[in-house]
């Protein structure tokens, strides 16, 4: 064996320049600043390494990121390990980057020889915060898109160039595929090239800076085993605290039994991007929120006379100005006042930077607005996930889609949208959907035993949860529930009758295609009850005097009177302000709901829609 490394080592030299660097004497002071650059180096290679096993699944594209991601995280073996190590490791190296420039700066590191290590570092600062923003994205979750096109349009604020770099930077007018290609690129590219090469170029300047002081060091370290082992436990910190990041959840979070690692463990994956629905929660990375919350500070309107938004001061100006002290320190600081003035500056402004966070963050922990925008967001993840576990699995036109079909999912928006103006949903406890300004019944389990009950209970009908807020509050059916129906009811032959109709009502919501009509016992019920005088139910009574109980509250029947409440099957001319959604089919253009968006109206409303079962 020692005469094959001495033949490699006669050939490269590896073995002797190994020696020569683990023998090398350094300065006391720079064991400290060398620990720093070996964690930040050993933080960057781990990302290195994971990043590269990521690439061999990730699918830059809009109908495909977060689809391999989701398979990352979820499919892959110890996938969600890889991800989240990742994730944090690159966290974790932009804060040690932070620390080690403000390491220097306080102890006068970045002075004679130092200059150019501080400024390498610097730069190298520079781009792992471009390695966050622009890993951000490629997730293609809500949060991560949402939070990106805010900072991606702070561009257009520049004049002249500004919306041909958003442009650029966006791979057209508006976020899309090559958006998600040109973010990849300047990540797994672009910026982690520049990052290896910083590297590279901050250790050999260490080095050198470190040879320099070594002649007139009053006291000196050897390499080994001194340095070498104040790195490698620096290594070990960096894993735990990446380790102890990963695991936050697990610690802190609920604890639910069965619930996979992917689940409790490593970084989260949001619902998939939706250009079409705004989330309200986004928020940039930790590094950026006094940043973020610096923005709030100044207005939209523009500056008098430069015709550009009071905006681009926070966003552009103060942080070139920034960049410009920190590269100035070495040239300031020679001499002991400047020092002083550095320090005094970047105390202000770290304390500034910090203070700016917090307020952000405490914001946002007693908005209401935020909180819930959070929870909605958490629920559309697990929703989608959900959904790409069932046995279809993910169609090929995107988990977007799963969500977009999903009545569950896109059933209470389309409510909220377009009935919660006058109907509410809710339940007995006031759970729901409510509208600000009631004046049409309550759908909460509607055409269900107990809606159907209480709607031909005399002290009931007229409340607003059936049509207390309706025309029809005095009309022919209030009058006979509480008149005729309250007589019949009196009837001894008739009053034990009564709950069979309810439940033979409600067996009609639940009639699908081809059901049987049902016998003739059940349809005598309805004649002998009167209400074939106004209503049809399959083979007694007509149409055009009420609503067609045939079906009542299936979802033919739903989707009928949504589409065209109108139509002679329903109300006709007595219709009391329902718009007609989809009256059209030949033109849908001219409709206020598609006929799949109907459809997932009364399916969210007779709580049809795919669950997953225990185990799944």
């Not at 420039?101 to 792992?128: C, H, K, Q």
């Not at 619902?271 to 990375?285: F, I």
């Not at 009071?310 to 966003?315: A, C, G, L, N």
């Amino acid at each position: 064996m020692n005469a094959l490394m001495q033949w490699i080592d006669e050939r490269t030299g590896l073995r002797t320049a190994w020696r020569a660097r683990m023998d090398r004497s350094i300065p006391s002071r720079s064991s400290l600043s060398a620990m720093w650059a070996s964690m930040i180096v050993f933080a960057f290679v781990v990302q290195v390494i994971t990043g590269l096993v990521l690439w061999m699944y990730y699918s830059p594209s809009a109908q495909s990121a977060w689809e391999s991601v989701y398979y990352v995280q979820y499919q892959v073996l110890g996938g969600w390990l890889v991800r989240g190590i990742h994730h944090y490791a690159a966290q974790v190296m932009v804060a040690m980057i932070g620390l080690y420039l403000l390491s220097m700066i306080f102890s006068g590191g970045y002075r004679a020889p130092r200059e150019f290590v501080f400024w390498v570092a610097l730069f190298t600062g520079m781009v792992g915060l471009g390695l966050l923003l622009t890993g951000d994205l490629l997730s293609w979750d809500q949060n991560g898109f949402w939070a990106t096109q805010v900072r991606t349009k702070f561009l257009t604020l520049l004049p002249w160039v500004g919306g041909d770099l958003f442009k650029l930077a966006a791979g057209g007018p508006a976020f899309g595929h090559h958006t998600l290609t040109r973010f990849f690129a300047l990540h797994a590219g672009v910026f982690s090239g520049l990052m290896l090469v910083l590297l590279v170029l901050h250790q050999y300047l260490l080095h050198r800076a470190e040879s320099a002081e070594v002649a007139t060091a009053p006291r000196k370290l050897w390499f080994w085993p001194n340095q070498a082992v104040r790195n490698t436990a620096g290594w070990l910190v960096v894993a735990v605290v990446v380790g102890l990041l990963m695991s936050q959840h697990a610690l802190t979070g609920p604890k639910h039994p069965g619930q996979p690692a992917a689940e409790r463990f490593g970084i989260g994956l949001g619902a998939p991007a939706d250009p079409a629905d705004a989330y309200a929660a986004a928020r940039p990375e930790w590094a950026f929120l006094g940043l973020y919350e610096l923005t709030h500070s100044f207005p939209a309107e523009r500056i008098p006379g430069l015709g550009v938004s009071w905006q681009v001061v926070p966003i552009f100006v103060l942080p070139t100005i920034l960049v410009l002290f920190l590269l100035a320190m070495p040239l300031v600081g020679r001499k002991p006042v400047g020092h002083k003035v550095n320090v005094g500056v970047t105390a202000v402004l770290l304390i500034g930077v910090v203070w700016l966070s917090y307020i952000s963050v405490s914001k946002d922990l007693v908005s209401k607005e935020h909180q819930t925008a959070l929870a909605d967001g958490r629920i559309a993840a697990m929703r989608a996930r959900e959904l790409a576990r069932a046995p279809a699995g993910i169609p090929v036109t995107g988990a977007l889609t799963l969500l977009r079909e999903d009545a569950k999912t896109q059933g209470p928006k389309l409510f909220k949208q377009h009935c919660a103006s006058c109907h509410t949903y809710l339940d007995a406890e006031g759970n729901g959907i409510a509208a600000e300004n009631p004046s049409a019944p309550n759908l909460h389990g509607f055409a269900s035993e107990a809606w159907i009950t209480g709607f031909l209970d005399p002290k009931q009908i007229r409340e607003p949860k059936y049509f207390g807020g309706t025309a029809f509050k005095d009309g022919k059916m209030a009058q006979f529930v509480t008149g005729g129906l309250k007589e019949l009811l009196q009837d001894e032959e008739l009053k034990p009758m009564f709950p069979k109709l309810v439940k033979a009502l409600a067996a009609e919501a639940k009639r699908g295609p081809g059901a049987k009509a049902p016998n003739e016992d059940t349809t005598l019920m309805f004649e002998d009850f009167t209400c074939a005088d106004c209503h049809k139910f399959h083979t007694v009574g007509s149409l055009g005097n009420a609503p067609d109980l045939t079906g009542y509250g299936s979802r033919e029947w739903l989707v009928g009177i949504i589409a065209d409440p109108t139509h002679t099957r329903f109300y006709g001319s007595k219709n009391d302000r329902m718009p007609a959604y989809a009256k059209d089919p030949a033109k849908p253009e001219d409709n206020i709901l598609t006929a799949e968006g109907v459809g997932m109206v009364v399916d969210w409303l007779r709580g049809e829609w795919y669950e997953a079962k225990a185990g799944e």
